[in-house]
């Protein structure tokens, strides 16, 4: 960190040196001027020195790097932009609590990997039972009411379970991301859902995955966005803030 604080450069072998290691692939078979290569774009992306670390074949015609060099690029802490979470974590008991009193019926989430994702250990994660990193899944909440569709399901079926079953929140899992398919299948479902439900009985729209970005809300016309390392508490409790403390559900 420099006097401020608020600019801070990567590190690697001594404080402040910009040391950072990225690793790619070149269409190319593994010989000296592949490695050179992968020197070339390493100067060009910014690292200067650079030095080659690692290069494997891989297959017949291309070749798997890793390079670690110095950037001279600064961060900036004060133009970083993240989600912070703005709602209480709960506590399972709690949230069962606040759902039987205000909303005197079961909370239904019904949860899908989309499109052709057969990902499913993301969205079971925070379903089943079971759980995640020490915490039970919403199936363990009493007065939630879970209903799991597993992978590839289509979003016209999606749609048409989300009504059959009342839904409250429609969470849906998406991790592959060769060719954005996260981002369209994401934004094919919100549209869908949009077309299919009135404004005010549209279920609440969660998606979650590794590799989506939090902030494009708006872009994706979602509700919310959980990335990586996302708790059922955190889900849970984000449901009953945007279910139940934010607007009045009415009861079945
Ligand atoms: C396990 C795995 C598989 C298993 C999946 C088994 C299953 N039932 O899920 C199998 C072997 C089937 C598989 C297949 C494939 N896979 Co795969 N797989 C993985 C792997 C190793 C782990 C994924 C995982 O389980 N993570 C653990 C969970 C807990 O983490 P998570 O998904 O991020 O979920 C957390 C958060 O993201 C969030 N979250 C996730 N979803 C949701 C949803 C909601 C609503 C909320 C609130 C939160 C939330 O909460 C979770 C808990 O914190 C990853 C590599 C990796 N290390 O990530 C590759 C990976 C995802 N697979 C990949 C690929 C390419 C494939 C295949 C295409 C391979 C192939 N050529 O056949 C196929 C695709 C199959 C298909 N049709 O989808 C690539 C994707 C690359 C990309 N850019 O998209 C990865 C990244 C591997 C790689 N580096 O290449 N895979």
Do not use: W
């Not at 078979?29 to 650079?50: F, I, R, S, T, V």
Request: net charge positive.
């Amino acid at each position: 960190m420099t006097d401020n604080k608020t600019i801070v450069r990567p590190y690697g072998d001594t404080t402040g040196d910009g040391m950072v290691q990225v690793s790619f692939t070149l269409p190319i078979p593994h010989d000296k001027k592949a490695e050179g290569a992968a020197l070339q774009l390493a100067a060009k992306m910014g690292l200067e020195p650079a030095m080659l670390v690692h290069a494997k074949p891989m297959g017949g015609g291309f070749t798997f790097f890793v390079v670690y060099g110095s950037v001279r690029h600064l961060v900036e802490l004060e133009k970083v932009q993240v989600v912070e979470r703005d709602f209480p974590l709960l506590g399972a008991k709690e949230v069962n609590a606040v759902v039987k009193k205000r909303m005197r019926r079961k909370l239904v989430v019904v949860g899908a990997c989309i499109g052709t994702d057969a990902h499913t250990v993301g969205i079971d994660a925070i379903l089943n039972i079971k759980g995640y990193a020490g915490q039970k899944g919403l199936e363990y909440y009493r007065e939630l009411r879970v209903v799991n569709l597993g992978a590839q399901v289509a979003v016209p079926e999606l749609v048409e379970r989300a009504r059959a079953e009342k839904a409250d929140a429609v969470l849906v899992s998406q991790v592959v991301t060769q060719k954005d398919a996260h981002l369209h299948n994401t934004k094919e479902m919100s549209a869908a859902f949009r077309e299919a439900f009135p404004a005010a009985k549209r279920p609440l729209l969660v998606v979650g995955g590794p590799r989506f970005d939090e902030l494009a809300t708006g872009e994706l016309g979602v509700d919310r966005i959980f990335g990586r390392g996302t708790t059922p508490a955190e889900v849970a409790s984000y449901l009953v803030h945007a279910l139940v403390e934010k607007k009045a559900v009415p009861a079945a």
